[in-house]
C-alpha cells in the first residue's frame, strides 16, 4: 500500500483491499457486502478515475472506484511527473484544480482559484493531492479488484463482478483504464493499431519511417555482422518495412517513467534476473560508431529528481514488445510488465556497468540512481507501466488528424487537447543493411481543439451508460495528441457530469443535452473554446498595437503554450535597457484584474520586475518565469481609468536569464 493513503481505513475483502475514504455514509457493511452500489461505477484508479468520482460527489451524486491493481493515480503518481501540456492555459476545472493543489503544496499554502498551475512534480506529492481529493470526497476505492465478468441487461450494463466475487451495480459506469477493459467486456467497438491514412484521410498515421528518435549512425541488425544468415538481434523485426501510410496492428513502445535522482542515498541501478547482454548489443554498436548519448532524459521535477524518459534511437522504449498486451489475459499482462522491467533495468544497468562502453557513459549513467524515497514499496521502481495505447474505441464520432491540425472542429466539445501529435516508435526494421526505427511522429498542432463528446460515448446501439475518456474514439495518430493525462482528467469530469444528467433526466448517454452539459462545465471551470474568453476581457498580445519596447526583442515560437503567433524574449542581454510595456484600451473606470503570460523554461529569469501602473500609482511584482508557462498569472486587482492611462510594464534590470513577454489581460473585477 503507498504510504500516500496511511490515513484512510483498509479492510481486506477476499483478494481485494478497500480503502475507505473518509466518511462514505454508507458503513463499512455495505461496503464489504457481496454487492456494492453506486451511482457510478468507475473501473481503474487512474487520474481519470479520480476526478470522474469526484465530480459525482460534487455534484450530489455516490461513486466507487474499483481498480485492478494495487496502485492509485495511474501515471500522474506512477513517475510522470514532468506533465506533457502542450498549452497549459486550456487545463480548466478539476485538472486545473489538481495542478493548482500540486503548487500550493509546495508552497505550503491554501489552495484558491488564482493560485497558479504547477505541471512539474514528484510522484509522492501527486499521490497526497489524490489522497486529499479523495479524502474530501469520500470515495471509495476498491484495490485489486480485477474484472471478471459483466452483467448486462438489453443495451445497458448493470453490473461489474471483479475476480474475487464482489458485484459492483450501479446505473452508470465510466472505463478509466488505459487498457479499456469495462469497455471491451461490455462488446462496445475498439480497434488495436495504427489505421491507414486512406481510412480517414489522414497524412501522418500508419506506418511511419522518419528521423526522429533513429539510429542517426549506421548499426548493423545481423548477430554476425555482415551475415543475414545469422539471424537479427533481438527486437529486430525480420518483415520488411511497409510504405509510410500503411496500416497494420502495431501499437507505440512502453516503457517506465522512472524517478531518478544523484543523491547520495540513491538506490544503484539494479541487476535483473533474466539480464542478458544480447538485448543491448544494437546499443553498443550504436556507441561503438560514434553515438556519445543522450541515453534517457533527465528532466526535473523537484526534490532533486526527475522523470526520466526515452530519448533516443535505443533507450527505455522496449520497442515492439507489447503488441499482445491490449487484449492479454491478466497472468499475460504480468509476463509482460515483468518482461519490459526486466528489459529497462537491464539497460540502465548495462549503461552504468557494462566494460565495453566507455567509461564516460559508465560514470555518467552511474551518477544517477533511483530516488530512494520514492515508490518504497517497489523499491524504487516505478510501480506503473507507461500504457501509451491499447485499445481506442470506435463511436459515433472518431477523433482524427484533421481534430488536431483545426480543420474540423466539434461543437460538442467536452474539454480540450493540445499536444504534439506524438506516436512513440513502433518496430526495428531492416533498411538498406542498416537497423532503423519505425513509428515516431512528432507533429505540433496549431493550438487547442476541441474534444468531440460523442468520441467518449459509445454508439447507441452497443451500450447506454457507459462512459469511456481514456480510451475514447481516436485514431491512433489523433490519440497520440490526446492520450495526455491532464485531457484524461478533463474528459473524465465532464463523462462524470453527463452521467448525472443522464441520471436526472433519465436518459441514455448519447441523449443528454449536450448544451446543457457544456453550460455545466463552463460553470466548473471547464475551459471548451480556444482562446477562452471572460466578459468583457481586454487581451494585449505581444504582437498588438498596445504594445511599445525599448531596446531589442526576439520574437520566438520555441516553447508552446504562447498567446498568438509567438512570444518575444530579451536575448538575456541588455539588461535594464530591454523593456516592454502591454497598454490596454480599457472601456470603461473600474477595479481589473490584471494577469500576465509566458512561457516557461529552466533557462528563463526567476526574477522578473514587473509595473502595473494604474490609477493609484505603480505596483511593482515579481514573477518567475521558469514556472507556471503557459497560464494566466493573477498580478492583482486594482482600479483604472478609462482609455490608456494604465499600463503593465514588464523590466530586465537584475534579472538572471531570460526575460519574456507575450500577453497581458485586463478582466473586469
Same mark, same amino acid.
Not at 481505513?9 to 480503502?19: D, K, N, S
Not at 524518459?309 to 509476463?335: L, M, V
Not at 448544451?515 to 474568453?533: K, M, N, V, Y
Given at each position: 500500500?503507498?504510504?500516500?493513503?496511511?490515513?484512510?481505513?483498509?479492510?481486506?475483502?477476499?483478494?481485494?483491499?478497500?480503502?475507505?475514504?473518509?466518511?462514505?455514509?454508507?458503513?463499512?457493511?455495505?461496503?464489504?457486502?457481496?454487492?456494492?452500489?453506486?451511482?457510478?461505477?468507475?473501473?481503474?484508479?487512474?487520474?481519470?478515475?479520480?476526478? $470522474?468520482? /469526484?465530480?459525482?460527489?460534487? *455534484?450530489?451524486?455516490? &461513486? =466507487?472506484? +474499483?481498480?485492478? %491493481?494495487?496502485?492509485? @493515480?495511474?501515471?500522474?503518481?506512477?513517475?510522470?511527473?514532468?506533465?506533457?501540456?502542450?498549452?497549459?492555459?486550456?487545463?480548466?476545472?478539476?485538472?486545473?484544480?489538481?495542478?493548482?493543489?500540486?503548487?500550493?503544496?509546495?508552497?505550503?499554502?491554501?489552495?484558491?482559484?488564482?493560485?497558479?498551475?504547477?505541471?512539474?512534480?514528484?510522484?509522492?506529492?501527486? $499521490?497526497? /493531492?489524490?489522497?486529499?481529493? *479523495?479524502?474530501?470526497? &469520500? =470515495?471509495? +476505492?476498491?484495490? %485489486?479488484?480485477?474484472? @471478471?465478468?459483466?452483467?448486462?441487461?438489453?443495451?445497458?450494463?448493470?453490473?461489474?463482478?471483479?475476480?474475487?466475487?464482489?458485484?459492483?451495480?450501479?446505473?452508470?459506469?465510466?472505463?478509466?483504464?488505459?487498457?479499456?477493459?469495462?469497455?471491451?467486456?461490455?462488446?462496445?467497438?475498439?480497434?488495436?493499431?495504427?489505421?491507414?491514412?486512406?481510412?480517414?484521410?489522414?497524412?501522418?498515421?500508419?506506418?511511419? *519511417?522518419?528521423?526522429?528518435?533513429?539510429?542517426?549512425?549506421?548499426?548493423?541488425?545481423?548477430?554476425?555482422?555482415?551475415?543475414?544468415?545469422?539471424?537479427?538481434?533481438?527486437?529486430?523485426?525480420?518483415?520488411?518495412?511497409?510504405?509510410?501510410?500503411?496500416?497494420?496492428?502495431?501499437?507505440?513502445?512502453?516503457?517506465?517513467?522512472?524517478?531518478?535522482?544523484?543523491?547520495?542515498?540513491?538506490?544503484?541501478?539494479?541487476?535483473?534476473?533474466?539480464?542478458?547482454?544480447?538485448?543491448?548489443?544494437?546499443? *553498443?554498436?550504436?556507441?561503438?560508431?560514434?553515438?556519445?548519448?543522450?541515453?534517457?532524459?533527465?528532466?526535473?521535477?523537484?526534490?532533486?529528481?526527475?522523470?526520466?524518459?526515452?530519448?533516443?534511437?535505443?533507450?527505455?522504449?522496449?520497442?515492439?514488445?507489447?503488441?499482445?498486451?491490449?487484449?492479454?489475459?491478466?497472468?499475460?499482462?504480468?509476463?509482460?510488465?515483468?518482461?519490459?522491467?526486466?528489459?529497462?533495468?537491464?539497460?540502465?544497468?548495462?549503461?552504468?556497468?557494462?566494460?565495453?562502453?566507455?567509461?564516460?557513459?559508465?560514470?555518467?549513467?552511474?551518477?544517477?540512481?533511483?530516488?530512494?524515497?520514492?515508490?518504497?514499496?517497489?523499491?524504487?521502481?516505478?510501480?506503473?507501466?507507461?500504457?501509451?495505447?491499447?485499445?481506442?474505441?470506435?463511436?459515433?464520432?472518431?477523433?482524427?488528424?484533421?481534430?488536431?491540425?483545426?480543420?474540423?472542429?466539434?461543437?460538442?466539445?467536452?474539454?480540450?487537447?493540445?499536444?504534439?501529435?506524438?506516436?512513440?516508435?513502433?518496430?526495428?526494421?531492416?533498411?538498406?543493411?542498416?537497423?532503423?526505427?519505425?513509428?515516431?511522429?512528432?507533429?505540433?498542432?496549431?493550438?487547442?481543439?476541441?474534444?468531440?463528446?460523442?468520441?467518449?460515448?459509445?454508439?447507441?446501439?452497443?451500450?447506454?451508460?457507459?462512459?469511456?475518456?481514456?480510451?475514447?474514439?481516436?485514431?491512433?495518430?489523433?490519440?497520440?495528441?490526446?492520450?495526455?493525462?491532464?485531457?484524461?482528467?478533463?474528459?473524465?469530469?465532464?463523462?462524470?457530469?453527463?452521467?448525472?444528467?443522464?441520471?436526472?433526466?433519465?436518459?441514455?448517454?448519447?441523449?443528454?443535452?449536450?448544451?446543457?452539459?457544456?453550460?455545466?462545465?463552463?460553470?466548473?471551470?471547464?475551459?471548451?473554446?480556444?482562446?477562452?474568453?471572460?466578459?468583457?476581457?481586454?487581451?494585449?498580445?505581444?504582437?498588438?498595437?498596445?504594445?511599445?519596447?525599448?531596446?531589442?526583442?526576439?520574437?520566438?515560437?520555441?516553447?508552446?503554450?504562447?498567446?498568438?503567433?509567438?512570444?518575444?524574449?530579451?536575448?538575456?542581454?541588455?539588461?535594464?535597457?530591454?523593456?516592454?510595456?502591454?497598454?490596454?484600451?480599457?472601456?470603461?473606470?473600474?477595479?481589473?484584474?490584471?494577469?500576465?503570460?509566458?512561457?516557461?523554461?529552466?533557462?528563463?529569469?526567476?526574477?522578473?520586475?514587473?509595473?502595473?501602473?494604474?490609477?493609484?500609482?505603480?505596483?511593482?511584482?515579481?514573477?518567475?518565469?521558469?514556472?507556471?508557462?503557459?497560464?494566466?498569472?493573477?498580478?492583482?486587482?486594482?482600479?483604472?481609468?478609462?482609455?490608456?492611462?494604465?499600463?503593465?510594464?514588464?523590466?530586465?534590470?537584475?534579472?538572471?536569464?531570460?526575460?519574456?513577454?507575450?500577453?497581458?489581460?485586463?478582466?473586469?473585477?
Amino acid at each position: 500500500m503507498s504510504p500516500a493513503f496511511t490515513r484512510r481505513h483498509l479492510l481486506r475483502l477476499g483478494g481485494a483491499t478497500l480503502v475507505v475514504a473518509g466518511s462514505t455514509g454508507l458503513g463499512l457493511p455495505a461496503l464489504a457486502a457481496n454487492t456494492v452500489t453506486a451511482d457510478l461505477v468507475i473501473y481503474g484508479a487512474t487520474s481519470a478515475g479520480i476526478m $470522474a468520482a /469526484v465530480q459525482m460527489r460534487r *455534484l450530489g451524486g455516490s &461513486a =466507487v472506484i +474499483v481498480e485492478p %491493481g494495487p496502485h492509485v @493515480g495511474g501515471l500522474t503518481t506512477g513517475g510522470l511527473g514532468y506533465t506533457d501540456s502542450g498549452t497549459s492555459a486550456a487545463i480548466g476545472g478539476l485538472a486545473g484544480e489538481f495542478y493548482r493543489r500540486v503548487h500550493a503544496r509546495y508552497q505550503g499554502t491554501p489552495v484558491t482559484p488564482d493560485s497558479p498551475m504547477r505541471l512539474v512534480f514528484e510522484p509522492h506529492v501527486a $499521490a497526497e /493531492v489524490f489522497d486529499d481529493l *479523495l479524502t474530501e470526497h &469520500a =470515495v471509495p +476505492v476498491y484495490l %485489486g479488484a480485477r474484472l @471478471g465478468t459483466v452483467h448486462r441487461t438489453g443495451d445497458r450494463i448493470t453490473g461489474l463482478v471483479a475476480d474475487n466475487g464482489q458485484l459492483f451495480a450501479g446505473p452508470m459506469f465510466l472505463d478509466a483504464t488505459y487498457e479499456g477493459d469495462l469497455m471491451a467486456a461490455a462488446g462496445v467497438s475498439y480497434v488495436v493499431g495504427r489505421e491507414a491514412n486512406t481510412e480517414y484521410g489522414e497524412t501522418i498515421n500508419g506506418v511511419q *519511417l522518419r528521423g526522429a528518435h533513429q539510429f542517426t549512425l549506421p548499426v548493423d541488425p545481423y548477430v554476425v555482422p555482415g551475415s543475414p544468415a545469422s539471424g537479427l538481434l533481438p527486437g529486430v523485426s525480420a518483415d520488411p518495412v511497409a510504405p509510410n501510410g500503411t496500416g497494420d496492428d502495431r501499437i507505440q513502445a512502453y516503457n517506465f517513467r522512472m524517478c531518478l535522482t544523484q543523491a547520495a542515498g540513491r538506490i544503484p541501478f539494479p541487476k535483473p534476473a533474466g539480464y542478458a547482454a544480447a538485448d543491448y548489443e544494437l546499443l *553498443l554498436r550504436y556507441v561503438a560508431a560514434g553515438y556519445t548519448g543522450p541515453f534517457f532524459t533527465t528532466q526535473s521535477v523537484g526534490g532533486g529528481k526527475t522523470d526520466s524518459n526515452n530519448n533516443g534511437a535505443f533507450s527505455t522504449d522496449f520497442i515492439a514488445a507489447n503488441y499482445a498486451y491490449p487484449a492479454a489475459t491478466w497472468a499475460q499482462r504480468e509476463s509482460l510488465i515483468a518482461d519490459h522491467r526486466t528489459y529497462q533495468q537491464g539497460l540502465m544497468w548495462f549503461l552504468a556497468n557494462d566494460p565495453r562502453l566507455p567509461a564516460s557513459v559508465r560514470a555518467g549513467t552511474a551518477a544517477w540512481g533511483l530516488a530512494a524515497d520514492e515508490f518504497t514499496a517497489t523499491g524504487g521502481w516505478p510501480p506503473q507501466l507507461y500504457v501509451r495505447e491499447a485499445r481506442r474505441m470506435v463511436s459515433a464520432y472518431v477523433m482524427t488528424e484533421r481534430d488536431c491540425r483545426g480543420s474540423v472542429r466539434a461543437a460538442d466539445g467536452v474539454g480540450l487537447a493540445s499536444y504534439t501529435m506524438d506516436s512513440h516508435n513502433c518496430q526495428r526494421v531492416v533498411v538498406g543493411g542498416v537497423v532503423k526505427n519505425e513509428g515516431d511522429v512528432q507533429v505540433a498542432v496549431p493550438g487547442p481543439y476541441p474534444i468531440s463528446y460523442r468520441s467518449i460515448v459509445p454508439t447507441a446501439a452497443q451500450c447506454a451508460n457507459l462512459f469511456v475518456p481514456v480510451c475514447l474514439s481516436a485514431t491512433h495518430i489523433a490519440f497520440g495528441s490526446v492520450r495526455m493525462e491532464p485531457v484524461f482528467m478533463i474528459l473524465a469530469q465532464s463523462a462524470a457530469t453527463a452521467a448525472k444528467l443522464a441520471l436526472d433526466a433519465g436518459v441514455p448517454v448519447q441523449q443528454v443535452d449536450v448544451a446543457a452539459l457544456q453550460t455545466r462545465l463552463r460553470a466548473d471551470g471547464q475551459i471548451l473554446s480556444w482562446p477562452p474568453t471572460a466578459e468583457g476581457e481586454i487581451v494585449v498580445d505581444n504582437r498588438a498595437a498596445g504594445v511599445t519596447r525599448a531596446g531589442v526583442w526576439v520574437g520566438s515560437t520555441a516553447i508552446g503554450g504562447h498567446w498568438g503567433p509567438d512570444y518575444e524574449h530579451d536575448g538575456n542581454t541588455g539588461k535594464g535597457v530591454n523593456r516592454l510595456r502591454f497598454t490596454p484600451s480599457l472601456p470603461t473606470a473600474g477595479s481589473w484584474a490584471v494577469q500576465l503570460r509566458w512561457t516557461a523554461d529552466p533557462n528563463r529569469a526567476s526574477n522578473v520586475p514587473v509595473d502595473v501602473v494604474h490609477g493609484g500609482g505603480v505596483t511593482t511584482r515579481v514573477v518567475d518565469q521558469r514556472t507556471s508557462g503557459g497560464q494566466w498569472v493573477s498580478l492583482g486587482t486594482y482600479q483604472f481609468a478609462a482609455g490608456t492611462a494604465g499600463s503593465v510594464l514588464i523590466r530586465t534590470e537584475g534579472t538572471d536569464g531570460y526575460v519574456v513577454a507575450d500577453a497581458a489581460r485586463f478582466v473586469p473585477a
